[in-house]
């Protein structure tokens, strides 16, 4: 019985430790230039093992490791700067969480660059041998802030798991595992008839295909991207719709690109998609955003009450959806992915999921911006309930 306590103890004890061993540990801070300016979009991350996020628009990033992690380099690199490194351990026990990215020089000045559609189209050619192609897993997060009027009337987040083949592909299939949503205040529901996601891929120009001919490009400036000399080039066509690509010299990988559209009359809607290197150099997605302007109709329920109300009602009401999607690990080994079935497709806010608060909890949210507090202030500002509280009892 002694020898049966005492292994059993040894037991707990081993378990305990492993627990303790892999607990979550937060790595926070502020990425800045040597003229404190703050330095956005940033990649930060364990290169090593592909885990990380991308620094908001004003410089701030956090994202959890376990203690598995300590030993591993952390790197920050960003487009003009030197890529910083530092042991995972090292930056935690730093008392001051800001990262210095110093200005890296070009030499591209002085050397005579081929016709920029000579590159683009190369850099288009090389996009499958320069990113991940075969099926990998993105754990990412998915927000969507609904403005009416200039004010925020929706807001929802969830976290999502993807199978992707890369830009030169598709997405293969996708789940929601947790969201959480605000009170919906909107008189206008544009319910869309497939998941955002779905149109996160669908509005790239690199998965649906550039007609490069189509377009006038011209380089319009040089810089660096983690030691490699790169090209910012800009195609402009008779639409005025407007492609950005930031591509590296020598290499010809797509780093960047940024799409700037009319699909209609009277609307316009402006994305960027960034990728970063795995572990190998290859690129994958680690960020996107996009926001659609325009105006809609009012539903005729609501023109009603409003009439009945002695509230004048306008024809058009100016709208805009603002789309945010951060990539928090990427998983390569397919013995590693998460066994899910691809979710029916609807709008974002349809899906029926319970508010999981011990998972946000424990969940690497990123830093709340000024964009974020400021929208998030007008929802809370409507009837004075918090957002935490809007979470508990709309999910």
């Known amino acids: 019985m002694v020898f049966k306590s ?3 103890s040894l037991i707990l004890c081993f378990l305990a430790f492993n627990f303790l061993n892999a607990q979550n540990l937060l790595i926070d801070g502020s990425i800045k230039d040597d003229n404190d300016y703050e330095i956005p979009f940033a990649a930060v991350g364990i290169i090593k093992k592909n885990i990380g996020t991308t620094s908001t628009m004003e410089g701030t990033f956090s994202f959890l490791v376990s203690s598995n992690e300590l030993e591993d380099s952390l790197e920050i690199s960003s487009i003009g700067y030197k890529t910083f490194k530092i042991k995972v351990k090292d930056y935690i026990n730093n008392k001051v969480k800001i990262v210095r990215l110093s200005e890296q020089l070009t030499q591209l000045d002085e050397v005579i660059v081929k016709a920029p559609v000579n590159y683009i189209e190369k850099a288009l050619k090389l996009l499958k041998t320069n990113t991940i192609s075969e099926n990998h897993q993105l754990n990412l997060l998915y927000r969507r802030w609904d403005v009416e009027e200039n004010k925020c009337a929706f807001f929802i987040e969830q976290f999502i798991k993807v199978i992707d083949r890369g830009p030169n592909s598709y997405m293969v299939k996708s789940t929601i595992e947790n969201q959480r949503k605000s009170a919906d205040y909107r008189f206008i529901k544009n ?10 891929e669908w509005n790239n120009p690199l998965r649906k295909g550039i007609r490069i001919k189509s377009f006038k490009w011209k380089k319009v400036k040089n810089s660096t991207y983690d030691n490699e000399d790169v090209l910012f080039f800009e195609g402009i066509n008779e639409n005025m ?7 590296g010299f020598d290499t010809y990988k797509i780093y960047q690109i940024e799409y700037d559209w009319k699909p209609n009359i009277g609307r316009s809607q402006k994305g960027l998609w960034i990728y970063k290197k795995n572990n190998v150099g290859k690129l994958y997605l680690s960020y996107h955003n996009r926001e659609w302007v325009g105006a809609r109709k009012l539903p005729e329920n609501v023109k009603k009450t409003m009439i009945k109300s002695g509230q004048k009602v306008r024809e058009y009401y100016p709208v805009s959806f603002r789309h945010e999607l951060i990539v928090t690990e990427m998983i390569q080994q397919k013995q590693n992915f998460d066994k899910f079935d691809d979710m029916e497709q609807k709008d974002m806010s349809l899906y029926k999921i319970p508010y999981n608060k011990v998972f946000w909890n424990n969940f690497s949210v990123p830093p709340k911006t000024e964009y974020f507090k400021k929208n998030i202030g007008e929802l809370e500002s409507r009837f004075g309930v918090s957002l935490e509280t809007q979470f508990m009892y709309s999910n």
């Open 241 to 247: 719709d407007k492609i950005s690509m930031v591509v």
């Open 6 to 8: 005492s292994l059993y």
């Open 191 to 200: 319910e869309a008839k497939f998941h955002p996601l779905q149109y996160t």
